[in-house]
T-cell receptor, first 113, second 112 residues
Framework: NAGVMQNPRHLVRRRGQEARLRCSPM?????VYWYRQLPEEGLKFMVY????????ESGMPKERFSAEFPKEGPSILRIQQVVRGDSAAYFC???????????FGQGTRLTVV | GEDVEQSLFLSVREGDSSVINCTYT??????LYWYKQEPGAGLQLLTY?????DMKQDQRLTVLLNKKDKHLSLRIADTQTGDSAIYFC????????????FGTGTQLKVEL
């Protein structure tokens, strides 16, 4: 059973471009969480999704950021018109239910130049 | 709102015990976790404790929870160089599912 897969591992974007980060949860997991880790900080919750539904997006910036988890395929975190302050590591986690343990992917490190 | 705090650095000699501390503010925390992050990697769940427990031991790891003081600690016995990493404390509130609030992390350096 493969772990949580995130791609790409590293992403470089110029200011104003769009960034698309993908997360494939573990097999059998229907709950996905996205977190952002700014340099030398802890992880901050962004959004919690189940298949085709956003359950909690209280940590998402109001503009430019969106997330989806379609019926088929990976979860996508989309950042439009990136700015330098978006440079961070973005981690995805998945769990089979809203229970105890969520498994983390290795993250996507976004650099905005 | 929730707040989780940790000291930034800890340095120990190989073979000694390490104690990493964490304080939190949310009295409704249900589960408290310790994660390990190695350079360039994701987070590995080390252990967790339910809020109605005060201690949990798992091989070299011992978690102590003081609910009154909202203080959580992780003790690593016989610390090895492979334990060098950043350790994050995290909590979930009642009904919060897996929405985790993380501390800023403690960088553990193990010296020979």
């Amino acid at each position: 059973n493969a772990g949580v897969m995130q791609n790409p591992r590293h992403l470089v974007r110029r200011r104003g471009q769009e960034a698309r980060l993908r997360c494939s949860p573990m097999k059998g997991h229907s709950h996905v969480y996205w977190y952002r880790q700014l340099p030398e900080e802890g992880l901050k919750f962004m959004v919690y999704l189940q298949k085709e539904n956003i359950i909690d997006e209280s940590g998402m910036p109001k503009e430019r950021f969106s997330a989806e988890f379609p019926k088929e395929g990976p979860s996508i975190l989309r950042i439009q018109q990136v700015v330098r302050g978006d440079s961070a590591a973005y981690f995805c986690a998945s769990s089979p239910t809203a229970g105890v343990e969520a498994f983390f992917g290795q993250g996507t490190r976004l650099t905005v130049v | 709102g929730e707040d989780v705090e940790q000291s930034l650095f800890l340095s120990v000699r190989e073979g000694d015990s390490s104690v990493i501390n964490c304080t939190y503010t949310d009295s409704s925390s249900t589960y408290l976790y310790w994660y390990k992050q190695e350079p360039g990697a994701g987070l590995q769940l080390l252990t967790y404790i339910f809020s109605n427990m005060d201690m949990k031991q798992d091989q070299r790891l011992t978690v102590l929870l003081n609910k009154k003081d909202k203080h959580l600690s992780l003790r690593i016995a016989d610390t090895q160089t492979g334990d060098s990493a950043i350790y994050f404390c995290a909590e979930t509130p009642t009904g919060g599912g897996n929405k985790l609030t993380f501390g800023t992390g403690t960088q553990l350096k193990v010296e020979l």
